[in-house]
């Protein structure tokens, strides 16, 4: 059974940093492709970036060059690093896996993810 287990949000002032991290277990594919949502009340589910079994990485235009998405294989350890951050960047942050190693181009596709994580709050204050 797969299991994804987000941790490291916080609340964080405008300008700060955070690194989340989602444990991943339980999955046959070596190096699906896995990627990080976030979502805030009243609206919907929203991609922030992916990153295919080779490694291939996407951003959403409004965290692209401040966010990094990374993989850690031997700990089975998906990263987002967030810099710079800004108050609207507040929101649950989901960590998803494909059962695929392709993510395909469109960074905000939550239908075409199997699993999902219990989600990591940010909160930025201005």
């Known amino acids: 059974q797969v299991q994804l287990v987000e941790s490291g949000g916080g609340s964080v002032q405008a300008g700060g940093s955070l690194r989340l991290s989602c444990a991943a277990s339980g999955y046959t594919l070596s190096r699906p492709c896995m990627g990080w949502f976030r979502q805030v009340p009243g609206k919907e589910r929203e991609g922030v970036a992916t990153?295919?079994?080779?490694?291939?990485?996407r951003y959403s235009d409004s965290v692209k060059g401040r966010f990094t998405i990374s993989r850690d294989n031997a700990k089975n350890t998906l990263y987002l690093e967030i810099n710079n951050l800004k108050p609207e960047d507040t929101g649950m942050y989901y960590c998803a896996l494909r059962d695929s190693y392709f993510c395909g181009s469109n960074v905000d596709s939550p239908s075409v993810f199997d699993y999902w994580g219990q989600g990591t709050q940010v909160t930025v204050s201005s």
């Open positions: 990153i295919s079994s080779a490694g291939t990485t």
